[in-house]
């Protein structure tokens, strides 16, 4: 029987809590979107629904993570866990708050607590403020993400113009006296009228505190971070038997390839880097790509020439610069402009496995959703880790196997495409 249920706003952040929880010992499978039949989801004790619905309307997103929430009560959750961007990204018109409030409503919560602090992948959450990297969110590079501008490093408030509710915060100062102190807060602030709380979190173990004082809630939110904590709630419950999450997994045989669509800083350099140390590359033109399909092609084409099996994998990347990217939304609008782009790498993702592709590697967490929904990937099971928050992920219940290496654009070092082809090498 699944213990926990979580419903992830994206496809690399679904693998990124899926990651968390099988390092902490819970035998975990992502899968991607509502499943719309019966699946065996081979007793495992958490069940992740990637949806792809960050930077949806709201009204659909509420929709969508309403289905996911019958699917996963249908298998037994006991408890939910809403998961988004560690750099909660999310314009005014987004729908965190409203997703919440109808995740509250359905379960009967009357308080839940929303903390996407992952101090180990740089991300902390000081008196409401997010910091990424040691910087405030409002100065980090998700200052000029395409789709998601963070412009308000104050949680609460971001939070607050979202929802309808009355939001709140528990500081650094109780977080750190430890769970039951947290505890206490939230219920203190349950009977102030608060619905919604930011949590505090500067360190691992403040998220391990955070996730005991909340084991016996219904409803929880945040960043993958916060998941780290609750094996162990039902590992001391006596409901967690003991799972070895590595072992046997192996690649399937064929051929690499890279597709990157995200425009974050740390794509930007990881692509570098693999154009340096000789991966070849091949620069998608959005201009082009809005006037006909000649630009795809002639990526099909480069691609069908460049495929070798025992050389490095090719990269194709629409990957450009925060003035490129601006330029090119001006002319287009910002979601027209993600989707043209988006079209590119599912039309890519599907030649590619014509070609006799069996080991992706994507950057960018709509980019993934994008190319797992092209691939027809039904579910995934985790991997080996590559760098904090994406492992190598293998896809189960579809005809063929694929690997997948799905990285959230911020995430992994400059040799994020070595590394990963590395390991799928051995
Ligand atoms: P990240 O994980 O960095 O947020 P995503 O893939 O989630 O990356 O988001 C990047 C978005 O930017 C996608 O919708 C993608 O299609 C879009 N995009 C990619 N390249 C460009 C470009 N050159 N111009 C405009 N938008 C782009």
Redesign the pocket.
């Known amino acids: 029987m699944t213990l926990l249920g979580c419903i992830a706003d ?1 496809l ?1 952040g679904a693998t990124d809590i899926a990651l968390n929880l099988v390092r902490n010992g819970m035998k975990t499978v992502q899968v991607a979107g509502v499943p719309e039949s019966q699946v065996d989801l081979d007793g495992a004790d958490a069940v992740v629904v990637a949806l792809k619905s ?2 949806i309307p709201a009204r659909a997103a509420v929709e969508q993570s309403l289905n996911a929430l019958d699917f996963l009560l249908s298998a037994g959750a006991e408890q939910i866990f809403f998961k988004y961007c560690s750099t909660f ?1 999310s314009t005014d018109q987004g729908n965190i708050g409203p997703v919440l409030e109808a995740l509250q409503h359905k379960l009967a919560c009357d308080v839940t607590i929303a903390c996407p602090a992952f101090p180990e992948a740089g991300r902390s959450l000081f008196q409401g403020h997010l910091f990424v990297n040691g910087r405030l969110l409002s100065e980090s590079s998700l200052r000029d ?4 501008p963070m412009r308000d490093p104050d949680l609460v408030k971001v939070l607050q113009r979202q929802s309808g509710g009355q939001v709140g915060l528990v500081p650094w100062e109780v977080v750190r006296t430890g769970h039951a102190a947290i505890a206490q807060k939230i219920e203190a602030a349950r009977t102030e009228g608060k619905t919604l709380l930011i949590v505090d979190a500067i360190v691992d173990d403040d998220l391990r505190a955070i996730g005991q004082a909340v084991a016996s809630h219904k409803l929880l939110s945040g960043g993958s971070g916060l998941a780290i904590g609750l094996p162990e709630n039902f590992r001391r419950a006596g409901k967690l038997h003991p799972y070895d999450p590595v072992a046997g997994f192996d690649y399937p045989s064929g051929a690499g390839a890279i597709l990157a ?4 800083a740390a ?1 930007r350099e990881q692509i570098k880097n693999a154009i340096t140390v000789g991966f070849p590359a091949l620069q ?1 033109d ?1 201009f082009k790509l809005a006037k006909g399909s000649a630009e795809v092609q002639r990526a099909c084409d480069w691609l069908s020439e460049r495929l070798d099996e025992t050389g490095l994998p090719p990269l194709v990347y ?3 610069s925060p003035d ?2 601006r330029d ?2 001006v002319e287009y609008g910002r979601d027209r ?6 079209e590119a ?1 599912k039309t890519l993702a599907r030649h590619l496995f014509g070609l006799g592709v069996r080991r992706f590697m994507v ?8 190319v797992v929904e092209a691939l027809g990937v039904p579910m995934l099971e985790i991997g080996p880790e590559i760098a904090p928050g994406v492992p190598w992920t293998r896809s189960i219940g579809g005809d063929e196997t694929v690997a997948l290496a799905l ?4 995430f992994g070092d400059a040799d994020f495409f070595s590394k990963a082809w590395g390991m799928s090498q051995q």
Do not use: I, Y
């Open positions: 994206d690399t960050r930077t990204d993400h395409p789709l998601t669509g995200s425009c974050s794509t998608l959005p629409s990957t450009a490129e990217v090119f939304q402009a993600g989707k043209l782009v988006e790498h950057a960018g967490g709509e980019t993934s959703g994008a990285k959230s654009g911020n």
